[in-house]
């Protein structure tokens, strides 16, 4: 099984800050695949293929990364980018997706 | 607009079973692979088990392989997950996602509880 460590567990950024959320693989994976969960809702894909945004999603966020490190980056945080992000590996079975990143507004 | 809308969860005992249904709408159902992940309360996100277009080949996580069983009706656009042999660890909102290697669209999810 894949294991995906997410860093760090939680975090708060001002509006404003840059921030980023990274992703490492105990194997060398093709594709990361990342999750918002907003409080009391169901997760929304976020970005696919490492680094293509879904619809959406405002062009603050980006993707990045290959083999075992990836990561997720916003490039000025804004309060409605508070929330829980995931990253998901694809394509060995058992799919597994990282401890998640709470991201807190300051 | 995409929809799915899950059912079925509720209260159980251990060792009991449940099944949860899903109704998708909005989209060609028989042309996407499906998958069931779960979120125990305050943690992460688990993927549970997937079943291709036709429900001919099926996949499942270690901890559930034998209990669970994830099948589909296309003519009704629904997918099911029998949960049998139910435990405590089990307890967690169960989505109803699309499965294209990633986890594309999400039901609003279904809470079971597994307690006596």
């Known amino acids: 099984e894949i294991v995906l460590t997410q860093s760090p567990n939680t975090m708060a950024a001002s509006p404003g800050e840059k921030v980023t959320i990274t992703c490492r693989a105990s194997?060398?994976?093709?594709?990361m695949y990342w999750y918002q969960q907003m409080s009391d809702a169901s997760p929304k894909l976020w970005i696919y293929?490492?680094?293509k945004l879904a619809s959406g999603v405002p062009d603050r966020f980006s993707g990045s990364g290959s083999g075992t490190s990836y990561s997720l980056t916003i490039n000025t945080m804004e309060a409605e980018d508070a929330a829980t992000y995931y990253c998901?590996?694809?394509?060995?079975?058992?799919?597994?997706f990282g401890g998640g990143t709470k991201l807190e507004l300051k | 607009e995409v929809q799915l809308v899950e059912s079925g969860g509720v209260l159980v005992q251990p060792g009991r079973s449940m099944k949860l249904s899903c109704a998708a709408s909005?989209?060609?159902?028989?042309?996407?692979?499906m998958a069931w992940v779960r979120q125990a309360p305050t943690k992460g996100l688990e993927w549970v088990a997937t079943?291709?277009?036709?429900?001919?080949?099926?996949y499942y996580r270690d901890s559930v392989k034998g209990r669970f069983t994830i099948s589909r009706d296309n003519a009704k656009s629904t997918l099911y997950l029998q949960m049998d042999s139910l435990r405590s660890e089990d307890t967690a909102t169960y989505y109803c996602?699309?499965?294209?290697?990633?986890?594309?669209?999400w039901g609003q999810g279904v809470m079971v509880t597994v307690s006596s």
């Open positions: 194997s060398s994976v093709s594709y």
């Open positions: 079943i291709s277009t036709s429900g001919g080949s099926t």
């Open positions: 996602t699309t499965d294209d290697y990633y986890f594309d669209y």
């Open positions: 293929d490492t680094s």
């Open positions: 909005g989209f060609t159902f028989s042309s996407f692979p």
């Open positions: 998901q590996q694809c394509c060995s079975t058992p799919r597994t």
